[in-house]
């Protein structure tokens, strides 16, 4: 049986395995050196520096939260293409140009970096920006008067020396509006000590309690406008405002103008979360109208290489060393990795040729450390050595066993022949005919080893022809009738008359006789053998049954084997050569077939052949 080795496991995976870790080391090798000594030129010629275009983005998006077009934008785009060195380039959504670094007429890149438009953007990250698209820059109507600046930075002076009261340090900052509001050392907003009582800017509560309302008039003013503005799309949805839009501030309690407000509903039912997703849609549009006049409109940006000249690679020393030591390093994990694979190889196979040189008589094993190709030729080597000592001690026994069958024959017929030379007895007939059966017996044990003989080496002839299983069960249990009745044992014969064989008929009486023989010997008085011949699929099964004693469970497993007896103690005469079955089982397999024993104690036995069925003759009907 072939034993399957895992795939891991076998030889010629792991040599592909070292090849490529190999093979990718270099690789990786490789690659590291063009990354560190080219990645200046790289990203030049790619435009990767990130941190630039980041830049660029966020001081236009800047100016187009902060003017109403781009009429002045080239000064701008002019000084941030000199500090990045970068090519900059602004055109509309139809490809008008608006600005340009570059000379007059230079062809615009592939595709545009970014999209700049102040009222939808998501590009951004400025605190608000992702929440509305609308980029907290584009103040419009609600930028502060100079008065109203001055009386909140007067609040937030006093909220400041509020908190640092507490020993909490904080600096005043602005939002794009002009609105001041606090932050800590951090940078962080003051929300997270509103409850220390100092709160104001952002609180309506506590500014009202200060004697400070929450919007001013600029922001109130707008404010109004904007309720104006979201009353047509609320009253489309079934809803409106129970009253007028008033200031809140959002996460950041930064930005004043995202308008809180009351709402009524003409459908009392109405999903509460999803009324207020409709005015929030409602109150979005609104601002991007009431903020369109103030904003620039959206715009494309093209981002390229500048004028410079991207750096040439440069094979200095520094990079030379780095290519030898790199070189060096994979030649030396070549030497190292190969070392290792190529000992965990040979240390088996090394193992296994000493074996192979021990003396016979050693019985030497081979030490088995892996389940790959050698590890399995070390277990076969093994076998081998166990089957040869197997066969070594039954070459001994079969030596021993033959000497004995030969001996004790040969020993009687010596010792009368001896005591009717010296006139002790006389050669009456039935000495005669003690010696003539004791010359039988040597013949048969001859006759028995030559044909075991005959098939060990493959040399045994047969002669196949159609035979009746039914006709083959008539002339064996003819044969054996005369002993069967000396024993008082019934002979029976139950055979398909439609059986057929293809078989040598002399090898198969052969085969049966042995089988008839054993039964009727091992079958006590009134019992019964029985031959059965029938189909068995596309073969023919014959079994020879008895109502003996039966064989041993222990027993049953070498009943084919050359001198076994069931009972060491029994004499030729009774328990045979030990050579009939072994001759069944070679007989059987010369014809392709097989023959197995089934026996319960006291139940009897029965031998089952199973052998290929053949085709009657044409002339038989």
């Not at 340090?169 to 907003?189: C, E, I, Q």
């Not at 097989?594 to 069925?613: D, H, I, N």
């Amino acid at each position: 049986m072939r034993t399957r080795i895992p795939w891991r496991k076998r030889l010629l995976v792991r040599l592909l395995f070292a090849s490529v870790l190999i093979a990718a080391c270099s690789v990786a090798a490789t690659a590291w050196l063009a990354v560190t000594t080219t990645t200046s030129a790289l990203e030049e010629e790619q435009g990767q520096d990130l941190a630039a275009d980041n830049k660029i983005l966020a001081q236009l998006s800047g100016y187009a939260a902060d003017h109403p077009d781009w009429s002045g934008v080239r000064h701008t785009v002019s000084a941030l293409a000199a500090q990045t060195g970068r090519r900059i380039a602004l055109t509309t959504a139809d490809r008008t140009l608006i600005a340009d670094s570059a000379v007059r007429g230079t062809a615009l890149p592939p595709r545009p970096a970014a999209a700049i438009d102040p009222l939808h953007t998501d590009t951004y990250t400025e605190s608000g920006a992702q929440l509305s698209g609308i980029d907290p820059r584009v103040v419009g109507p609600y930028r502060l008067s100079a008065k109203e600046r001055g009386d909140l930075d007067a609040v937030a002076d006093k909220e400041r020396y509020c908190y640092d009261s507490y020993g909490i340090r904080t600096t005043v900052a602005h939002t794009p509006s002009g609105r001041p509001y606090l932050v800590d050392d951090d940078g962080t907003d003051t929300s997270a000590f509103r409850s220390i009582g100092c709160g104001g800017l952002d609180d309506p509560l506590m500014a009202m309690k200060k004697g400070f309302l929450g919007a001013t008039r600029t922001e109130a003013k707008a404010l109004a406008t904007l309720t104006d503005l979201v009353r047509p799309c609320l009253r489309s949805k079934d809803l409106d405002l129970a009253g007028q839009l008033y200031l809140t501030f959002d996460q950041t309690g930064r930005n004043p103008v995202t308008g809180s407000f009351l709402l009524t509903t003409k459908q009392a039912r109405r999903d509460q979360a999803q009324t207020d997703q409709l005015a929030k849609g409602c109150v979005t549009g609104a601002r991007r109208t009431q903020l369109e006049p103030y904003a620039a409109p959206a715009a494309e940006l093209f981002l390229g290489l500048g004028d410079q000249t991207a750096p040439r690679f440069d094979m200095s020393r520094a990079n030379k060393a780095k290519i030898v030591g790199a070189a060096g390093l994979v030649l030396a994990f070549t030497v190292a990795v190969t070392a290792v694979v190529a000992t965990r190889l040979v240390r088996p196979l090394r193992a296994l040729t000493l074996a192979v040189r021990q003396p016979p008589e050693l019985h030497t094993r081979a030490p088995v450390r892996t389940r790959d190709e050698t590890g399995l030729l070390a277990e076969a080597f093994n076998d081998l050595t166990e089957r040869r000592e197997r066969l070594e001690e039954q070459r001994k026994a079969m030596v021993s066993d033959i000497a004995h069958e030969l001996r004790s024959p040969l020993t009687n017929i010596r010792g009368w022949l001896e005591v009717t030379r010296d006139g002790v007895v006389d050669p009456d007939p039935a000495l005669l005919a003690s010696l003539h059966e004791e010359a039988l017996l040597l013949q048969r044990i001859i006759d028995d080893l030559q044909d075991l003989a005959a098939a060990d080496a493959g040399t045994l002839r047969m002669h196949r022809e159609p035979v009746r299983a039914a006709d083959l069960f008539e002339q064996v249990a003819a044969a054996h009738r005369v002993a069967a009745d000396a024993a008082g044992v019934t002979l029976v014969t139950d055979a398909d008359g439609t059986v057929w064989l293809d078989a040598d008929p002399v090898r198969m009486r052969q085969a049966l006789g042995n089988l008839v023989s054993n039964a009727i010997r091992h079958t006590p008085a009134d019992g019964t053998v029985t031959l059965a011949a029938r189909r068995d699929g596309d073969g023919v099964r014959l079994t020879v049954a008895d109502t003996g004693k039966g064989i041993a469970p222990d027993d049953l497993p070498h009943v084919f084997e050359r001198f076994w007896r069931a009972e060491k103690s029994r004499s030729r005469r009774t328990g045979g050569s030990g050579l009939g079955l072994p001759i069944v089982r070679h007989l059987v397999a010369a014809h392709d077939g097989t023959v197995e024993a089934a026996s319960a104690p006291g139940s009897g036995a029965e031998f089952t052949l199973r052998l290929p069925a053949g085709e009657a003759p044409a002339d038989v009907s």
